[in-house]
C-alpha cells in the first residue's frame, strides 16, 4: 500500500499523476484546497483529505471498481453529471466516511446514481435539492446508511438500510426494499409526500421524525408500508393514503391511515395484472401450502405470513424452491416456517421478519450460485441434530439485523459461503461461521461463535467483531490456505486463541480488550497487527509515508538515495508558511545543530549528545502537524533520523481502558515511530486529575522508551502552552528529557487574512475586494471568542463559499466568471453588514428605543447613548487601522435591587453585538454561589468554566461584592474567584464584556480586594432607585396589559402605598412585582366572590382598590 500526497506544494504532486500511478489498495491523501478530476475511474483506491470536508473538495465524478473508499472531503459534481456513478459492476463497493457530496449547479442531475454495487455512507451529507431526487438505488444495487443525510432517496427495485438518517422524501418502488432502523428524519418539501411506497416495494420502517410546520403525508400503493413509531416535532399527523391493495401497518396514534380503495385482505383474489402482487398466506393454511398458496404465485410476488406456524410438509422432500419474497406481519417469534427454501439461481428474493426452523437431515436456507437472497429481521433456529448448515450459499447474501441461533457446544457450522457467493452482514448473530472457495465476506458490528476461512475466501469485518464462547474448545478465528481476514476491532475471550496456516493472511487494527489474545502461525502464513487493513473504518495511530517511492518529486532515483533538495525543499516550504518567524528560525537552527553534531561524529570528533525530542507549544490552528511534517522529512533528508514515518498519536491511541493496558498500547505506538518522528497531538490530555487516570502509566512507559530508544526516535509533544504545564508536571524528568520548545505564535489578523486569500486563490476563487476581505475578516476574528487561528479562517472561507454558492445559484445564466468570483455582496452577508447603511442599525435604534422605553433610569440612558458613540468611534478606529489595542468595555452597575440591572445588561448584551463588538447577544448570570467551591482548587476551575462559557457575550455577576468577605489575603475562597477573574478581564477583554453589579457602598470596598481590580473594570453606571411615582407608574403598565383599570387612581394609590411602606422594605421594581400580583390576587378573589358577567371580567373595578388601599393602610383615592 503506497500514500500519495497531492497537492501544489513543492513536495507534493498534482492529482492527475497521483491518480494515473494509483493501484488497488493505495491512498490518496489530498491538502486542502480544491481538485479537479474530471470523470475517474477508481479502482480499489482510497481518497481522504487531510482538512475535512470543510477544507477540501475534489470537483468530478467518481465511477468506483472494485472496493474504493473517500473519506473527510466534499464531492462535487460537474455540470450536468453525477457526483457517484455506480455503473461498473455487482462487484463494486465505495464507503465514503464523513464527507460532504454536492450535485452540478444546474441542478439538472442526480447527485448519486448507483446502478450496480453497494455503496456505503457513514457520516455523509448529500446537499439537498427540495425539486430533486438526490440519491437513485438501481434494481440489484444496494445502500447502507448511516447518520447521514440523503435529502430525496429512490429505491427502484434495488435495497437501501438506513440507520439514523434523514431526508426529505424516501420512496421505494418496482419491488424496491428499504429498511430504517433507529429514528429516521423526515422533513418533506411542502405539498409534497415525505414517504413512498409503490409496485410491490417494501418499506420498513422503525421509527420516523416528522419536522417542519407543514402538512406530513405518506403513500402507499399496491406495496407495503410499516411505520412502527412516529414522532411529530409539531404534533402535527401523518396521513398515510392507502391504494390498490397496499398493505400498512402504523399503529403510532399519529398515523391517520386513509383507503382509497377498501378491499378485503384476507379474501383469495384472483389475479388481476401481469405485475408482483402481495399473496396472503393465512395461518389456517399454514400446512397446505401446495394446494391452497402455491397455484396463486408467480416469480416476484410477495407472500405474507401472519403471526402462526407453517410447514412444507406437502411438498417434495419439505422443499420449496423460492422466487417470491417472505414477508412476516406481526412478531418475528410468532412467524413460524419449518422446511427448506432453496432459492434457485437468477432468482432475487427477500425474506423480512419471520422465523425459520432448520430441518435436521438439510438446509434451512440454500442460495444457488448466480441467486440473490436479502435477509432483513430473520431468525433462522437450528436444529441440534443438524446434519448440514443453517444457511449454505453459493449465491449473494444480504443480511441485517439477522440471528443464526446456534449453541456454544454445536459441531457443525451455522452458516457457509463457498464457491463465489458473497455474504454481507450487517448486525447479525452468524453462529459458526466457515467460508471457503473463493467467497467474499463483509462483516459490521457481528457475533459468532468461531470465524473459520480456508481456500481463497476474503473475510473484512468493520466495527467489532465479538467472538462468544464455545464449548468445543476450538480457535476463534482460522484461516488456511490462502484465505485472508481483515478485522477493525476483535473482541473475543480471554484465553482464546487463533490459528493461521498455510499462505494465509490475518490483520487486525485493534483488541478490544487491549490486549492481544495467543496467535499461532504454521507455514508462510501472514500476521499484521495494530495498523488498519484493507477497509475504511479502522482507526488508531497512522502512520504514513511521507514522499512513497511511486510519488517522489522528479530527479529522486529509484532506489532512494538521491535525497537532494529535500532538505531544502522542506525547509523552503516551512519557510513560505505565513507568519511563524520565531518557529521557522528555531527549526533552521534545530537541523543545522543535528546536522554539525552528525557529522562531528562522523569523523571522530567528540560532541555533546543532541537530544531531538521536542515541545511545540501553542494555540489551535498554528501550524504545529504541518511544521512536525516538514521538520521530519527535513531531518530525515540530512540522515538526522533513518526513516521518513510519521506517526500521529492522540490519547485514546495511548491510553487504555484498564490498568495494564497502557503500557502495550504506548510501546505498540513508540515501536511503530522507530526510526522517524512520533507527534504526539494534545499531549496535556495525558495529564488528568482523577486517580483512576492511567494517562501517568503512558508518561512513565514512554519516559523509559526515550531512555532505551534515544539515538533512533524523535518525540514531539505538542499542545496549549498552558495546558502543557501540567503534563511536565506530572513527570519531573519529561522536561529534561524534551528540552528543544518550539514557541508558535498566534498568527497576527493580517496574516490571517493573507492566509485566507491564498485558500481561495489555491482553489480558484477571486474576490472582488480582497481589501475588503481583509478588513471584514480581521475585524470577525478580532470580535470572535474562536481564536483557532488557520482553523477559524478555513471556517470562514466555508461560510463564505456556501453564500457564495447561495446567490450564484439564483442566477439564471452562469458563467466561468460567476462561479469563480466572491463579490463584496458575500462579504457583507457572511459580516452581517449592510453595505449601504449609515450610523446605527435599525436594530441598534429598536434597543436604544427599548431602553428609553423604561421607567426612570436617566442616568443609565445618558449613559448607555454615550457607550454606543464610543463604540462606533472605535469600530471606525480599529477599520482604519487593524494594530490598534482593543478597548475595555467591561463595567460597574451599582445599586439597589429591582433596579433594572439583569434587563439592562440584556440590552447592553444586544447592542454590543449589533455593533460588532461581540460574537453573541448572551448574557451569562453567575453570583457567588455559582463561582465559590467548598474546596481548594474549586473555586478557580468554577470560574474558568463560566468565564469560558461566557465567552463571545457578556458575564453578568450580581452581587459581585459578594466575593469579597473580609480583606485581601484572607482565606475566603472567594477570594480565589477574584485571583481567577483578574487575568481573564485583562487577557480576555475583546473576548468578552464583563458586568460587575452591587450596593454602591459594597461595591467600593470590593474594589479594594486587588490592586488591579480597578483598573480592568473602568467604567460604572449607577441605578437610582425609583421614586414612588416611578413605582407606580410600573405597576400600571404590568397591570394594563390584561386589564381595564382606573390608571390614575391606580398610580396614586400605589405611590402611596410605596411611600408607607418601611424604607428597608422599598424593592423598586420589585415592589411594583409585588403590588401588582397582589392586585391581581384581591380581583380573582372578586370575580371568584361575586357574580361578574364575562363582559366585565378584564375590568379592575374600585372596591377592589379599595381592598388594596386598606391592606395597606393608606386612604382610597
Known amino acids: 500500500m503506497t500514500t500519495f500526497y497531492v497537492g501544489t506544494a513543492p513536495d507534493r504532486m498534482p492529482i492527475a499523476a497521483a491518480l494515473a500511478q494509483a493501484r488497488p489498495g493505495d491512498i490518496l491523501s489530498l491538502a486542502p484546497g480544491a481538485h479537479s478530476i474530471g470523470s475517474v475511474t477508481l479502482n480499489g483506491v482510497t481518497l481522504t483529505g487531510e482538512g475535512g470536508p470543510a477544507a477540501t473538495t475534489v470537483i468530478g465524478t467518481i465511477a468506483p471498481y472494485g472496493a474504493c473508499a473517500v473519506a473527510a472531503l466534499t464531492l462535487s ?22 464527507c460532504r457530496i454536492a450535485g452540478d449547479a444546474t441542478a439538472s442531475t442526480l447527485t448519486v446514481a448507483v446502478d450496480r454495487g453497494t455503496l456505503v455512507l457513514d457520516r455523509v451529507v448529500v446537499a439537498d435539492d427540495e425539486d430533486l431526487i438526490t440519491v437513485r438505488i438501481a434494481a440489484g444495487a444496494r445502500l447502507h446508511a448511516t447518520s447521514s443525510r440523503l435529502g430525496g432517496l429512490e429505491v427502484r427495485g434495488g435495497t437501501a438500510d438506513l440507520i439514523r438518517c434523514a431526508a426529505h422524501l424516501v420512496l421505494a418502488a418496482d419491488g424496491g426494499q428499504v429498511r430504517g432502523y433507529s429514528p429516521l428524519e423526515l422533513a418533506p418539501v411542502p405539498g409534497k409526500r415525505t414517504i413512498r411506497s409503490l409496485s410491490g416495494a417494501t418499506l420498513d420502517l422503525e421509527s420516523i421524525r416528522l419536522s417542519g410546520d407543514q402538512a406530513f403525508e405518506a403513500q402507499a400503493n399496491a406495496a407495503t408500508l410499516r411505520i412502527s413509531e412516529i414522532e411529530s416535532v409539531t404534533g402535527a399527523p401523518l396521513k ?45 393454511q399454514g400446512r397446505s401450502f401446495a394446494t391452497d398458496v402455491q397455484p396463486r404465485l408467480r416469480p416476484g410476488d410477495t407472500l405474507v405470513l401472519e403471526e402462526g406456524e407453517y410447514a412444507f410438509d406437502d411438498l417434495a422432500c419439505g422443499e420449496f424452491e423460492c422466487e417470491v419474497n417472505l414477508d412476516g406481519e406481526g412478531r418475528r417469534d410468532r412467524i413460524v416456517l419449518r422446511g427448506r427454501l432453496t432459492i434457485p439461481p437468477a432468482a432475487h428474493v427477500t425474506l423480512t421478519n419471520l422465523t425459520i426452523e432448520h430441518p435436521a437431515a438439510t438446509n434451512a436456507v440454500h442460495v444457488s450460485a448466480a441467486a440473490d437472497l436479502s435477509m432483513h429481521g430473520v431468525t433462522i433456529r437450528t436444529h ?51 467460508f471457503g472457495g473463493s467467497s467474499v465476506v463483509s462483516l459490521e458490528s457481528c457475533s459468532l461463535f468461531r470465524l473459520a476461512t480456508r481456500d481463497q475466501a476474503r473475510v473484512t469485518s468493520a466495527g467489532r467483531l465479538s467472538v462468544r464462547p464455545n464449548a468445543r474448545n476450538q480457535c476463534s478465528v482460522t484461516a488456511k490456505g490462502q484465505a485472508s481476514i481483515d478485522i477493525d476491532v476483535l473482541d473475543c475471550p480471554p484465553g482464546d486463541e487463533l490459528n493461521i496456516q498455510d499462505q494465509s493472511s490475518l490483520a487486525i487494527s485493534s483488541f478490544a480488550s487491549g490486549a492481544a489474545p495467543k496467535i499461532t502461525r504454521g507455514g508462510y502464513a501472514r500476521l499484521s497487527q495494530g495498523s488498519p487493513g484493507g477497509h475504511d473504518g479502522a482507526r488508531g495511530a497512522m502512520v504514513t509515508s511521507s514522499l512513497p517511492d511511486s510519488a517522489r518529486i522528479a530527479g529522486a532515483v529509484a532506489d532512494g538515495s538521491d535525497v537532494t533538495g529535500v532538505r531544502e525543499d522542506s525547509l523552503t516550504a516551512l519557510n513560505h508558511l505565513v507568519g511563524l518567524r520565531t518557529v521557522k528560525a528555531q527549526a533552521a537552527q534545530f537541523v543545522k545543530n543535528a546536522v554539525i ?39 530525515y533528508a540530512e540522515g538526522v533520523v533513518s526513516s521518513d514515518v510519521f506517526v500521529e498519536a492522540g490519547r485514546a491511541d495511548l491510553v487504555g481502558r484498564y490498568i495494564g493496558d497502557s503500557a502495550p498500547m504506548t510501546e505498540k505506538v513508540l515501536d511503530s515511530a522507530r526510526g ?16 483512576e487516570d492511567y494517562g501517568q502509566e503512558v508518561i512513565d512507559t514512554i519516559i523509559a522508551y526515550m531512555e532505551n530508544h534515544r539515538d533512533d526516535l524523535m518525540i514531539i509533544f505538542a499542545g496549549y502552552t498552558d495546558k502543557m504545564q501540567r503534563l511536565l508536571d506530572m513527570n519531573a524528568g519529561l522536561e529534561s528529557r524534551a528540552p528543544n520548545r518550539f514557541d508558535f505564535e498566534d498568527y497576527t489578523g493580517e496574516e490571517l487574512a493573507t492566509i485566507g486569500v491564498k485558500a481561495l486563490r489555491d482553489t480558484d476563487y477571486e474576490l472582488e475586494d480582497e481589501e475588503l476581505y481583509r478588513r471584514i475578516l480581521t475585524r470577525g476574528y478580532t470580535q470572535s471568542a474562536d481564536r483557532s487561528n488557520a482553523r477559524w479562517v478555513r471556517n470562514f472561507n466555508q461560510e463564505l463559499i456556501g453564500r457564495q454558492v447561495d446567490r450564484v445559484h439564483e442566477l439564471r445564466t452562469r458563467t466561468v466568471e460567476d462561479y469563480r468570483l466572491i463579490a463584496d455582496d458575500d462579504l457583507y452577508a457572511v459580516a452581517g453588514i449592510d453595505a449601504d447603511a449609515e450610523g446605527s442599525s435599525t436594530a441598534v435604534r429598536d434597543l436604544l428605543a427599548e431602553l428609553d422605553g423604561m421607567v426612570g433610569l436617566a442616568e443609565v440612558k445618558a449613559w448607555v447613548a454615550k457607550l454606543v458613540n464610543r463604540v462606533n468611534a472605535d469600530q471606525r478606529r480599529i477599520q482604519a487601522d487593524a494594530t490598534i489595542s ?84 484572607s482565606s475566603d475562597y472567594g477570594q480565589a474567584v477574584i485571583a481567577t ?46 421614586s414612588p411615582e416611578e413605582v407606580a407608574e410600573i405597576v400600571v403598565r404590568i397591570l394594563t396589559k390584561t386589564w381595564t383599570v382606573d390608571s390614575a387612581g391606580l398610580a396614586a394609590l400605589t405611590a402611596a402605598a410605596y411611600r408607607a411602606l418601611p424604607e428597608n422594605e422599598r424593592a423598586n421594581g420589585r415592589s411594583a412585582r409585588i403590588f401588582a400580583e397582589e392586585i391581581e390576587g384581591l380581583q380573582a378573589d372578586h370575580i371568584a366572590t361575586n357574580d361578574v358577567p364575562d363582559a366585565e371580567l378584564h375590568i379592575i373595578p374600585e372596591t377592589v382598590l379599595e381592598a388594596f388601599a386598606r391592606a395597606h393602610g393608606v386612604a382610597p383615592v
Open 597 to 635: 553534531n552528525r557529522e562531528r561524529a562522523v569523523i571522530g570528533l567528540k560532541s555533546m549528545p543532541l537530544t531531538l525530542h521536542s515541545l511545540f507549544l501553542g494555540n489551535p490552528g498554528t501550524g504545529k502537524t504541518t511544521v512536525a511534517r516538514l521538520l521530519g522529512k527535513a531531518l
Open 886 to 969: 482593543r478597548p475595555t468595555y467591561h463595567v460597574t452597575f451599582t445599586g439597589s435591587p429591582g433596579t433594572g440591572k439583569t434587563t439592562v445588561a440584556r440590552i447592553v448584551a444586544q447592542l454590543f453585538h449589533e455593533l460588532g463588538v461581540l460574537s453573541k447577544p448572551t448574557v451569562k448570570e453567575v453570583n457567588r454561589a455559582a463561582l465559590v467551591g467548598s474546596a481548594v482548587g474549586q473555586s478557580e476551575e468554577r470560574t474558568s468554566l463560566a468565564i469560558d462559557e461566557a465567552m463571545g457575550g457578556v458575564m453578568f455577576i450580581d452581587e459581585a461584592y459578594d466575593l469579597f468577605r473580609g480583606r485581601a489575603g
Open 676 to 691: 522517524g518522528i512520533l507527534f504526539i497531538d494534545e499531549a496535556y490530555s495525558l495529564a488528568q486529575d482523577f486517580e
Open 981 to 1026: 477573574l483578574l487575568p481573564r478581564l485583562e487577557n480576555d477583554r475583546d473576548k468578552f464584556v464583563a458586568i460587575l453589579a452591587g450596593y454602591a457602598a459594597e461595591m467600593d470596598v470590593f474594589f479594594t480586594a486587588n490592586p488591579g481590580l480597578r483598573s480592568r473594570v473602568p467604567h460604572t453606571v449607577h441605578f437610582a432607585d425609583y
Open 77 to 98: 459534481a460537474p455540470p450536468r453529471t453525477n457526483a457517484i456513478a455506480m455503473t461498473l459492476g455487482a462487484d463494486a463497493y465505495l464507503s465514503i466516511t464523513d
Open 384 to 434: 441440534p441434530a443438524a446434519e448440514l448448515p443453517a444457511l449454505y450459499s453459493e449465491g449473494a447474501v444480504t443480511a441485517t439485523a439477522c440471528e443464526l441461533r446456534a449453541g456454544p457446544a454445536d459441531s457443525r457450522a451455522t452458516v457457509t459461503v463457498v464457491g463465489e457467493g458473497r455474504l454481507s452482514a450487517l448486525m447479525c448473530e452468524l453462529g459458526w461461521a466457515d
Open 240 to 284: 398515510v393514503v392507502a391504494e390498490s391493495d397496499a398493505l400498512v401497518q402504523c399503529e403510532s396514534p399519529l398515523a391517520e391511515v386513509v383507503r382509497a380503495t377498501a378491499v378485503p385482505r384476507k379474501a383469495p383474489r384472483p389475479r388481476a395484472g401481469s405485475g408482483p402482487q402481495r399473496v396472503l398466506w393465512p395461518a389456517a
